[in-house]
């Protein structure tokens, strides 16, 4: 098994060392310049988008534009945002921040122009739902010769649902629980308490997938607004305990992101490319841009004009990175956690840094595990809306291959997995996920740049209309009578 993990990180290094990389920030800033730096000029209307101005129920689609929006960041604000930037941050030094920054600038065009394709080619099923992603809009876009590429992108998309989006949180709801509680398994010993997590897990979010893709979008709206503000809450309330210490942190993600970082405490120092390539390697896996998973989300929108769902979808890189990932960096650099000797890392050690964070009630905080225990609550939402909204990632790749006679199937299997991964050592996982993370990339960002131009008409044709639409909010009910 240990060799086979070995293989798996040299392949997983080879991916997203520095091919998938380049490729990903290289097509997020052609489409940066492509789409006229939309991420700039189209923010204030994805937000007005968002606030639901234009939203009209007999529009064509299952959600609203902030239930797809929530339904894509259930699924993108993730464990990556608590031990990702951790790992970031402990290998490339405070500068990775910033680059995780500048992926989520580039990484917002790249959303709006897969997410307005996934709006455009999708397709209405029997049931009455519609269904659409990267698969459909490189059949429908690209022509039927290209349906093999389609293919592989919803047969890699399926399986990395059971990794990245399934046993991998059960893994880590499990450890982070198991890890408050202070237990370890005896060696050779079975996981029960992990298994019993698990189970639970199993059956709520079974709960939540068996209503489908509405269900998933009432749930989704309701909880990413909640752990999204308990967690940033959290970590302003530290930064507040450490004012004195914020000024210095920032400095640092932006003097480090140049030059590097040098050796200091139990830092290893890190060099200007090393800085980039973590922070850019995260930053991608935090906000999945360019990855074609969104997409599949954003297609559910009510709307009439494939591009607004595009506007709605550029914010999720400016909350999840730029936003989330960055109180979780700021608290770790503040913290000096990331100087500290050790192995520590991942989620281990941003709750290391929310302790040393909490040193002004230091007595109270150390008595309870504040903590570890505002990580552990925020790893446990964040994984959970993670495996919610990758189940119907999965689930709309499966019924693309099988049909829709499959999809039930899927979910119970799914839930099956889910029980399954709490109980299991996770880094094979992690590792297999990313791979499949990756070849879900290639064939979208292929789709991406070819495809580029169609997204260029639509958006130039919607501008136009931009002023009558917001004519039209002024009125309740106008837009449904007049589009």
Not at 15 to 44: A, D, E, S
């Amino acid at each position: 098994m240990e060799e086979l993990n070995q293989l798996v990180i040299k392949v997983d290094d080879f991916l997203w060392g520095y091919l998938l990389v380049f490729l990903l920030v290289g097509v997020g800033i052609f489409l940066t310049i492509r789409m006229r730096g939309i991420q700039v000029f189209g923010f204030r209307h994805g937000v007005r988008l968002t606030r639901g101005k234009y939203d009209c129920d007999q529009h064509a689609g299952d959600l609203s534009h902030f239930q797809a929006l929530a339904t894509a960041l259930s699924a993108t604000v993730g464990v990556g945002n608590i031990a990702g930037v951790a790992i970031a941050i402990r290998h490339g030094g405070p500068g990775a921040l910033f680059w995780m920054w500048v992926t989520a600038a580039v990484g917002m065009a790249t959303k709006f122009t897969c997410c307005t394709l996934a709006v455009k080619y999708r397709v209405q099923n029997p049931d009455g739902t519609v269904s659409g992603g990267p698969m459909y809009y490189i059949e429908r876009g690209l022509g039927p010769q290209w349906k093999w590429l389609a293919v592989a992108f919803a047969f890699f998309g399926a399986t990395a649902s059971f990794g990245v989006g399934c046993m991998a949180q059960a893994g880590e709801m499990a450890r982070a629980a198991l890890s408050l509680a202070k237990w370890e398994a005896p060696a050779g010993s079975f996981n029960y308490p992990g298994m019993i997590i698990g189970l639970a897990v199993a059956v709520l979010t079974g709960a939540v997938i068996i209503g489908g893709i509405k269900r998933i979008g009432k749930f989704a709206s309701l909880l990413v607004p909640f752990m999204s503000i308990f967690y940033i809450l959290a970590a302003l309330a530290i930064m507040a305990m450490n004012w004195n210490r914020l000024p210095g942190a920032v400095a640092l993600v932006f003097s480090d992101a140049f030059t590097g970082t040098a050796a200091t405490g139990g830092f290893m120092g890190s060099t200007f490319m090393l800085a980039m390539q973590w922070g850019v390697r995260r930053g991608l896996f935090s906000n999945e841009s360019g990855l074609g998973s969104a997409p599949i989300a954003h297609a559910t929108a009510r709307t009439p004009y494939p591009v607004r769902e595009g506007y709605v979808a550029l914010l999720e890189p400016f909350i999840d990175t730029i936003l989330i990932c960055s109180m979780t960096g700021i608290v770790i650099i503040l913290s000096g956690a990331w100087t500290e000797p050790g192995e520590i890392g991942g989620a281990d050690l941003t709750a290391h840094a929310f302790t040393i964070g909490l040193a002004p009630i230091h007595s109270f905080a150390e008595k309870i595990q504040l903590g570890r225990l505002l990580v552990t609550a925020g790893i446990t939402l964040f994984a959970f809306s993670t495996a919610i909204s990758w189940s119907y990632y999965g689930d709309r790749c499966v019924s693309y291959l099988l049909g829709l006679k499959a999809v039930t199937a899927y979910r119970f299997v799914f839930c099956f997995f889910l029980a399954i991964g709490a109980t299991i050592k996770i880094d094979l996982v992690w590792n297999l996920s990313d791979i499949m993370n990756g070849m879900m990339a290639l064939p979208n960002l292929i789709a991406l740049v070819l495809l580029s131009g169609v997204v260029w008409r639509e958006l130039s044709e919607y501008r136009t209309k931009i002023p009558e639409f917001d004519r039209l909010a002024a009125s309740p009910g106008a837009e449904c009578k007049g589009n």
